[in-house]
């Protein structure tokens, strides 16, 4: 069962001039959707930048399109260096990942799928699909943003959904400790302080203003956050109850920092996926008639519907094609309430 990690897309007006009209009297911005359907039909831009800096062209296709739902794949391009006896050898190779894009009128949500072809990192397919958007979109003097859905959680909603529910990895565990003075008073069992203090008395020996603890895994040994483990739960109720830092770093979901907000993932059958694409209507289709893709997306959009959208990150200027997304952008957007 694959993971998908869930978006939103904005449309914003640039800050470039005038919004240009469509010949039919409607402004492109009016347009949007509509026109990103049309980009849709076709190969997107796509590319990635290599340490060189040289752009690489990333193959990408359709696979399905249906009433504003297009299933399309993303490609990436790896290099795998070996030795064929005495000759050095480098063989270039594209996996793929799936792409979601709910397109239909007033929606515009994302779901892009968690893997290897891209390393676990859902976000390198987003910033790869919103530079394409903005591209193309920016004949229309629009720009695009594709910002992640979250949550409020708490720090063990978003270790346990992580490890149980989606099978990540933790490869790191990152807590922080600051003077006293930073954070008064400590509420901790004694147990609990004393360790601290052992940790402590090591930063004033070396007249540190504050010590960090790393714990990291190994490829035979997988880091166990469990709650129900005395000693763990009380260093993370210590941390999250005195302001002190604590950070889980996952092989795929990345960094959690307990009191951000957790991201939107949801899990999906390759069945569901390839009945869609394949067009097997007896097996696709849910009891409403609906394809089973369809009815996937439609709770999700109730699942997420309070969730908030990421803060924009500021891009850096690409050629001919410039963009920051930046709160400035609250300009106007389309489908941004759903």
């Keep these: ?103 239909r009128p007033g929606i515009a949500q994302l779901a892009i799928e968690r893997s290897q072809s891209f390393d676990g990192k859902t976000d390198k397919v987003r910033d790869i699909l919103q530079e394409a958007f903005c591209k193309l979109f920016d004949q229309y003097q629009l720009t695009v943003e594709i910002r992640a859905k979250k949550r409020e959680g708490t720090f063990w909603e978003a270790v346990d959904e992580q490890c149980l529910t989606y099978n990540d990895r ?95 993932l949801s899990q999906l059958k390759d069945e569901v996926v390839k009945e869609f694409v394949d067009g097997q209507t007896a097996i696709g289709k849910t009891v409403e008639g609906e394809w089973a893709l369809v009815h996937w997306l439609d709770e999700i959009r109730k699942v997420t519907e309070n969730y908030k959208d990421e803060e924009p990150v500021a891009k850096k200027r690409k050629g001919s094609h410039q963009y920051q997304m930046e709160e400035e952008s609250n300009m106007g957007r389309v489908a941004e309430s759903e």
């Design 1 to 103: 069962m694959a993971v998908y990690q869930i978006y939103k897309v904005l449309f914003n007006r640039s800050r470039q001039g005038n919004l240009l009209s469509t010949m039919d009297g409607r402004s492109a911005y009016d347009k949007a959707q509509e026109l990103l359907e049309e980009m849709l039909g076709g190969v997107l831009p796509l590319t990635k930048e290599k340490r060189d800096k040289t752009l690489v062209p990333l193959e990408n296709y359709v696979e399905k399109k249906r009433d504003g739902v297009t299933v399309m794949v993303v490609c990436n391009e790896k290099n795998h260096k070996y030795r064929e006896k005495l000759e050095e050898h480098e063989l270039v190779y594209h996996p793929g990942c799936r792409v979601i894009l709910d397109n």
């Design 170 to 264: 933790i490869q790191h565990v990152v807590y922080e400790f600051p003077d006293d003075d930073e954070v008064g008073p400590i509420d901790a069992s004694r147990q609990t302080m004393d360790k601290l203090t052992l940790l402590k008395s090591l930063n004033a020996a070396m007249n540190a203003a504050r010590g960090v603890y790393h714990a990291y895994s190994s490829k035979e040994k997988t880091i166990q956050l469990d709650k129900t483990q005395e000693d763990i739960a009380n260093m993370v109720a210590m941390c999250c109850q005195n302001g002190y830092n604590i950070s889980v770093h996952f092989q795929h979901y990345g960094v959690y920092r307990f009191g951000t907000d957790i991201k939107a």
